[in-house]
């Protein structure tokens, strides 16, 4: 059984930075899809960027291209997204994710993944 935990929310200004670490417990293979995604109240769940751990291969939603941010470091368990020049539109309850995809490189874990295992999400607000 797989739990993920995550961290590192907060408020912040427009343009400012906020990094989220997310923790897992328990087995995550070096074939799994891992990947963040969003929230925001009132609309449904986006997905933001996603990662393959088994290469490192990384996509990102084009909102976020340049922006953020998404690494794994597999000897600690730990996922990350660091995100820079935050919007407004970027508040939303952020999620961690682990699961499979057919097609094993970053941009398949992102359009194609199955997210099995979920974190209970951390806060981004930003706003002046």
């Known amino acids: 059984q797989v739990q993920l935990v995550e961290s590192g929310g907060g408020s912040v200004q427009p343009g400012g930075s906020l990094r989220l670490s997310c923790a897992a417990s328990g087995y995550i293979s070096s074939s799994y899809c891992m990947g963040w995604v969003r929230q925001a109240p009132g609309k449904e769940r986006e997905r933001v960027a996603a990662i393959y751990t088994g290469s490192g291969s990384t996509y990102y939603h084009d909102f976020v291209k340049g922006r953020f941010t998404i690494s794994r470091d597999n000897a600690k368990n730990m996922l990350y997204l660091q995100m820079s020049a935050l919007k407004p539109e970027d508040t939303a309850m952020y999620y961690c994710?682990?699961?499979?995809?057919?097609?094993?490189?970053?941009?398949?874990?992102?359009?194609?993944?199955?997210?099995?295992?979920w974190g209970q999400g951390t806060q981004v607000t930003v706003s002046s």
């Open positions: 994710a682990a699961g499979t995809s057919d097609l094993l490189n970053g941009y398949y874990c992102y359009i194609s993944a199955t997210y099995t295992y």
